[in-house]
């Protein structure tokens, strides 16, 4: 499973089409392709509510709104420079990988962005 279907995973419900779509298939299943994501009709999750509910409950303070890093840890994700520079490589990031506080950024705001092409309800100030 990659990174980002990870994230998708720890955030909406396991029945959502992004989730779905992006779930290894079952050991028997047949050669019919999946529905694609775009053919489903996406319900909408609220990000932030999501979110900002797991932040409660988490024993460190995290900054999640802005940090790749925190919002990863928040996810129990592994949040190593490794981790995110694969994570940058499947989301096409083109600049330089040893730049880790750009490609930070960047991956922050690619992260929300396809979150809510996704489905997810994502305030403009986290884009």
Known sequence: MSIFSSILAKIFPSSHPAVV???PPP???SATPAVAPAAAVLSEVDVEKILGERAAGHAEKLNWRTSIVD???LLDLDSSLAARK???AELHYAGDTSDSATMNIW???QVMAK???N???V???LM
């Open 86 to 88: 694969t994570l940058a």
């Open 119 to 121: 489905g997810g309800k």
């Open 27 to 29: 050991a028997t299943a």
């Open 21 to 23: 779509a992006t779930a």
């Open 115 to 117: 979150l809510a092409a």
């Open 123 to 125: 305030p403009a100030d």
């Open 71 to 73: 919002l990863m840890k």
């Open 107 to 109: 991956l922050q705001k």
